[in-house]
């Protein structure tokens, strides 16, 4: 039973919900830099390079024999998925960046002066009232 307490414990942790949310976006940013590579940046440079579609790019390193298909070396398909990692991880780059501006703006910011401790303020009183 002690298990099962310790698991809900750490399954309820903000971080854990965090990160879960953290995933789910992630996914779904993959799957629209990959849609952005895909139908959108991919067939203009398919046209600069004489329509060839990227991902069709193969080596034949055996033809096929009957029912026996080709075996082929995918290299279009390599070159695609590295494209969309390079455009993700510059899109996370540029988010990272802005945010660790935003925080550096921040903590550039002054400071309101923090409040005298309650030693001082009745020190000061005591001499304000010897002034008098």
């Given at each position: 039973m002690k298990i099962i307490d310790e698991f809900k414990a750490f399954a309820v942790k903000g971080n854990v919900a965090d990160m879960a949310v953290g995933i789910i976006l992630g996914v779904a940013f993959g799957k629209i830099?990959?849609?952005?590579?895909?139908?959108?940046?991919?067939?203009?440079?398919?046209?600069?390079?004489?329509g060839i579609k990227f991902s069709e790019l193969s080596l034949v390193l055996k033809e096929a024999v009957g029912e026996t298909p080709a075996v082929t070396l995918n290299y279009g398909n390599f070159l695609q998925v590295t494209f969309d990692f390079l455009l993700v991880a510059f899109a996370v780059f540029m988010i990272v960046k802005a945010i660790n501006s935003?925080?550096?703006?921040?903590?550039?910011?002054?400071?309101?002066?923090?409040?005298?401790?309650?030693q001082e303020v009745l020190l000061e009183e005591i001499r304000d009232l010897l002034k008098k």
């Open positions: 830099v990959t849609s952005l590579v895909n139908d959108i940046i991919m067939p203009p440079i398919g046209i600069l390079v004489g935003a925080k550096r703006k921040e903590d550039a910011a002054p400071a309101a002066p923090a409040a005298p401790p309650k």
